[in-house]
T-cell receptor
Framework: DVKVTQSSRYLVKRTGEKVFLECVQD?????MFWYRQDPGLGLRLIYF???????EKGDIPEGYSVSREKKERFSLILESASTNQTSMYLC??????????????FGEGSRLTVL | AQSVTQLGSHVSVSEGALVLLRCNYS??????LFWYVQYPNQGLQLLLK??????LVKGINGFEAEFKKSETSFHLTKPSAHMSDAAEYFC????????????FGRGTSLIVHP
């Protein structure tokens, strides 16, 4: 069975802390994504990656960075967490664009609270 | 550019009643369309998808959706709601030949009353 695993389901951090959210997929997918989910706003794309060491900004990249050193792992980094980054973060993966339909496979989510 | 509009942030039905969740899209090419479901404190999982072929698509848990090109719609239905259907539902669109990155609607919360 396909699986996307997010390392932390719940995190509580303080303003100014550096936060790492880790995501691993076991499906050999090329594409990986980080979304942020807030009530009434749906899913907003932060960053995506279509290959190792490649990354592209999504709709709301400000305040975030990402790292993809290995194909199966995609990390989201908050360099200096702020209270307005309190949210649910969802990682997803999909096949390479050429043979793909855009179907995403999601992790369980990481709920981050910044105090 | 592609976009998705889900009418109604909340839909409330009685158990056993028809479920209808509305989704309209805009796309510059014939799209791929998706419905995802999210149960509380979980990630999203695919309910069903339309790519090509038959416009009526059946998914898991008794849900189905019909692609209507003339109406640019992809509404989700289920004949009889069950308490376990209470969840958040997201419609999404992607464009073949483009980036394949889907655009999501804002979601509709389905509430099922006993």
């Amino acid at each position: 069975d396909v699986k996307v695993t997010q390392s932390s389901r719940y995190l509580v951090k303080r303003t100014g802390e550096k936060v790492f959210l880790e995501c691993v997929q076991d499906m050999d997918h090329e594409n990986m994504f980080w979304y942020r989910q807030d009530p009434g706003l749906g899913l907003r794309l932060i960053y995506f990656s279509y290959d190792v060491k490649m990354k592209e900004k999504g709709d709301i990249p400000e305040g975030y960075s990402v790292s993809r050193e290995k194909k199966e792992r995609f990390s989201l980094i908050l360099e200096s967490a702020s209270t307005n980054q309190t949210s649910m973060y969802l990682c997803a993966s999909s096949l390479l664009a050429g043979g793909d339909t855009g179907e995403l496979f999601f992790g369980e989510g990481s709920r981050l609270t910044v105090l | 550019a592609q976009s998705v509009t889900q009418l109604g942030s909340h839909v409330s039905v009685s158990e056993g009643a028809l479920v209808l969740l509305r989704c309209n899209y805009s796309s510059s090419v014939p799209p791929y369309l998706f419905w995802y479901v999210q149960y509380p404190n979980q990630g999203l999982q695919l309910l069903l998808k339309y790519t090509t072929g038959a416009t009526l698509v059946k998914g898991i848990n008794g849900f189905e959706a019909e692609f209507k090109k003339s109406e640019t719609s992809f509404h989700l239905t289920k004949p009889s709601a069950h308490m376990s259907d209470a969840a958040e539902y997201f419609c999404a669109v992607s464009e073949p030949g483009g980036s394949y990155i889907p655009t999501f609607g804002r979601g509709t919360s389905l509430i099922v009353h006993p």
